[in-house]
């Protein structure tokens, strides 16, 4: 079956512009979460969400950072008024829902986002 | 609040030989503890992960590691080496218990195969 997908895979914009992120998690996970993947900080988490709960915000950088979960599938990931300190893969991953949080997460392949 | 540590950013180690991986955590319940690998280019992959029950787990690629409670670790572990396993390793802690879901990862280790 088809994993965690994630698009662009790549991305390069110029200082100060908006970018949206997209994801689209395994069928039937209904928890999604969002890391940034950098060279100096490792893997950070930044969003999660689960179901129709209000998701937890409390790994957002700053707010430049939104997401936000359609359906309960698709997310989107926008960061407004790019820096350059935003450069990094921002990974998504999905799970089964979290009665039980012995589930694994399984990632897509991630957005290399590169800002001029 | 949880926290990963995985001792040595690069390690190398010639085709056929022992892989060890290092991870200790620390977590103020029990943990579940996972090891995920990174291929150039990809996002990462589930190698194995401990929840409950047997502390020896096997994963893919002939991969396995052992929760050891008393020392706080969870070492991965592959008895021979192939050019393949070439990679990032990833060691992962999350909290036990309802409305626990967030990973929280070491730096990460490069393992080189020499062949």
């Known amino acids: 079956g088809a994993g965690v997908s994630q698009s662009p895979s790549n991305k390069v914009t110029e200082k100060g512009k908006d970018v949206e992120l997209r994801c689209d998690p395994i069928?039937?996970?209904?928890?999604l979460y969002w890391y940034r993947q950098s060279l100096g900080q490792g893997l950070e988490f930044l969003i999660y969400?689960?179901?129709?709960?209000?998701?937890?915000k409390s790994g957002l950088p700053s707010d430049r950072f939104s997401a936000e979960r359609t359906g309960g599938s698709v997310s989107t990931l926008t960061i407004q008024r790019t820096q350059q300190e935003d450069s990094a893969v921002y990974l998504c991953?999905?799970?089964?829902?979290?009665?039980?949080?012995?589930?694994?997460?399984?990632f897509g392949d991630g957005t290399r986002l590169s800002i001029l | 609040a949880q926290s990963v540590t995985q001792l040595g950013s690069h390690v190398s180690v010639s085709e056929g030989a022992l892989v060890l991986l290092r991870c200790n955590y620390s977590?103020?319940?029990?943990?579940?503890l996972f090891w995920y690998v990174q291929y150039p280019n990809q996002g990462l992959q589930l190698l194995l992960k401990?929840?409950?029950?047997?502390?020896l787990v096997k994963g893919i690629n002939g991969f396995e590691a052992e929760f050891k409670k008393s020392e706080t670790s969870f070492h991965l572990t592959k008895p021979s080496a192939h050019m393949s396993d070439a990679a990032e390793y990833f060691c992962?802690?999350?909290?036990?218990?309802?409305?626990?879901?967030?990973?929280?990862f070491g730096k990460g280790t490069k393992l080189s195969v020499i062949p």
């Open positions: 991953a999905s799970s089964l829902g979290d009665n039980n949080s012995n589930q694994p997460q399984h």
């Open positions: 069928s039937g996970h209904t928890a």
């Open positions: 969400f689960q179901g129709n709960s209000a998701p937890d």
């Open positions: 977590s103020s319940v029990p943990p579940y």
């Open positions: 401990y929840t409950t029950g047997a502390t």
């Open positions: 992962a802690v999350r909290l036990s218990g309802a409305g626990s879901y967030q990973l929280t």
